[in-house]
């Protein structure tokens, strides 16, 4: 195991921005990660665990401490990965999650989901380093889990998935992945939607008049629907992008510096407070001082 130091985290993310961190392992199994965590405690240096990079902006002044890189086989493998296990052994529950980007520990640690499915649904429990988490105690939510608020390292998680027809689940997962390239193009440098949905139940009573009754799914309305009403979509600042046909898709449009990306991102959520009153939660995960 390698630490490395000074390492720019830009190309460990699917934004393609952001600074060097301080010191950067990619640990391969439970033991490197053990290692290498008590290192940094011994150094009294800070520590964090990033995986796929597909849900991160690191800020342009990188992170002074030490960065460990999920490469082990249990949690560090990748969603997509999982889900086409879970199809050709004919298990049901994770087909609509096919072609999410990063692993399945940072999908655990922001409760993934898509096309109705999370991966919360039919999970039994979270191994950490620390022991096992059943189900009842992760404190799921929408794109929640108590390992947002704690500093577990996620390290594996089982689930218990019904029986169903292995064919109709490839092909659901096949039919998603087409969906989804129309609107992540493979190239497209983003962290997926930037902001998370609104639970339309917790709106102010004037905002709830406003929005006409097919917006709301789920319960939710989407945050890229409020976005778009302030002009959102295709708006440009510098390197930074919004998709002009998703409000919710902030991208890096070239050489883009976090600070752009953020200041567009901040510059929108002030618009939505200003307009309909309700501040947008960034969805994406900040790393470093913003
Ligand atoms: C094109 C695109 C489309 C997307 N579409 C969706 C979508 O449809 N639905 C959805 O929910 N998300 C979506 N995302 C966001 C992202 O893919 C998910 O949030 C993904 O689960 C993040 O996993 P990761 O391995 O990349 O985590 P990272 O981005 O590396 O990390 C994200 C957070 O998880 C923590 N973390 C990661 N691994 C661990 C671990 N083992 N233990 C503890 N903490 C950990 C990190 O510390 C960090 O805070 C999309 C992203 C992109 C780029």
Redesign the pocket.
Known sequence: MQIKENVPLAGY??LEVGGPAGYLVEAKTRDEILEIRDWAKKEGIEW?????????LVSDEGYPGLIIV?RTAG??MT?DDLVDQMNSRGLVGMECLAG????V??????????YGQTISDHLKGVT?LTGFWPREKCEFGY?ESI??KNK????EAEFDLPKGDREALVAKSDQIREL?KKK?PPE?K????FFMNLWFDRLPEELKKQIPAEKVKGGKIAAGYLLEQVGARGRKLAGAAVADYHGNLIYNAGGAKAAEIWELARQLQEEVQKKFGVVLVP?V?L?GQF
């Open positions: 993310t699917t964090k665990m990033i995986a796929g990079g597909s849900n991160l999920n949690s560090g969603l999410i980007p990063g692993t520990g940072g999908a655990v640690y922001g409760n993934a989901g898509a950490t794109r390992f947002k577990e390292i996620i390290l989804r992540y497209m983003c962290p997926g939607s969805e995960q790393l």
